[in-house]
């Protein structure tokens, strides 16, 4: 009579079981292989995208120096005018920000 407690070695089954874990670790690998191309490829994107970003920052500056010198030139040449639209805007400002 065979206890609970007994195993029955059936060289099968064991076969069957090594193979598994052979088939579970190649399984594994492949899947840290295809991880790691993964990462590569993902910090790859980043790289190009950070290229394009830093791109666009710096025509975003040269737009705006060019307007800042431009919007400076126009108030040197120009001051009456200026100081008119300066206090058209702030009586505006005001007018919306004054509650009666």
Same mark, same amino acid.
């Given at each position: 009579?065979?206890? !609970?407690?007994?195993?029955?070695?059936?060289?099968?089954?064991?076969?069957?079981?090594?193979?598994? =874990?052979?088939?579970?670790?190649?399984? @594994?690998?492949?899947?840290?292989? #295809?991880?790691?191309? %993964?990462?590569?490829? !993902?910090? &790859?994107?980043?790289?190009?995208?950070? &290229?394009? !970003?830093?791109?666009?920052? =710096? =025509?975003?500056?040269? =737009?705006?120096?060019?307007?800042?010198?431009?919007?400076?030139? @126009?108030?040197?040449?120009?001051?009456? !005018?200026?100081?008119?639209?300066? %206090? #058209?805007?702030? %009586?505006?400002? &005001?007018? %919306?920000?004054?509650?009666?």
């Amino acid at each position: 009579m065979t206890t !609970a407690n007994s195993k029955a070695t059936d060289p099968t089954k064991e076969q069957e079981i090594e193979a598994s =874990k052979v088939a579970v670790t190649e399984a @594994y690998e492949k899947l840290m292989e #295809a991880k790691n191309h %993964f990462k590569a490829a !993902a910090e &790859s994107a980043g790289i190009d995208m950070k &290229s394009d !970003a830093v791109e666009q920052l =710096k =025509k975003g500056r040269d =737009k705006a120096s060019d307007l800042t010198d431009q919007a400076t030139t @126009y108030m040197k040449d120009n001051p009456l !005018a200026t100081m008119c639209i300066a %206090f #058209a805007a702030g %009586f505006i400002a &005001s007018k %919306f920000l004054t509650r009666k």
